[in-house]
């Protein structure tokens, strides 16, 4: 078992409607050193590949993506979202529907931020259904940029979006795969990782 998954153990409470809610340490108070630690891995994990800029989705991807840039030595963009209708051209927009929300957000990333010789790692906190990656992307490919390589903090394994996109043939890694949960009794399972 590896720290994220010790600490999701630990620390994480499993709620109803398949929402882990790990927000002592990762996205409401959040554990700087556990970031540092995630940012190492996810490092270790894309060793190799050319990397020029992190990007994320606000708020809770933020943090780790920060790691990862440090790492990285490369700049964070952050997708801002954006409930405005009234984006002008400047803007690379994606709409992206919200897991935990159930609302739809246009997010915006200004286009002096990301262009056609980048190399983008994107990073966020949690893998469900996919869109919040699928809008990430999108956004890349507007731009022209490639997507390097995909990091996610926390998969939920038993939800479709890591097979959609690791069927689009991108390199995604996540430091901890959720089998299976329960609300009733709080248990979490892992997939088993090499
Ligand atoms: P997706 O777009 O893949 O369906 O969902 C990913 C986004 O929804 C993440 O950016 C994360 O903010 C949020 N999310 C999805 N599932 C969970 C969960 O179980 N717990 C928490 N805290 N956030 C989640």
Known sequence: MNFLEERILRDGIVKEGNVLKVDSFLNHQMDIALMDQMGEEFCHRFAGKKVT??????????????????CFGVPVVFAKKSKSINIDGDMYVAEVESFTHKNKNQV???????????QVLIIDDFLANGCAL????????SAGATVAGLGIAIEKG???GGQVIRNLGYHLESLAIVEAMNAADGTVTFRPQA
Do not use: N, P
Not at 53 to 70: D, H, M, N, Q, Y
Not at 108 to 118: E, G, N, Q, W, Y
Not at 135 to 140: K, T
């Open 53 to 70: 800029k992190v990007l994320t989705i606000e708020a809770s991807g933020i943090a780790i993506a920060c790691s990862v840039a440090r």
């Open 108 to 118: 915006i990333v200004s286009k002096k931020f990301l262009s056609a010789d980048d």
């Open 134 to 141: 699928q809008g990430l992307i999108s956004i890349v490919e």
């Open 158 to 160: 038993f939800q479709i």
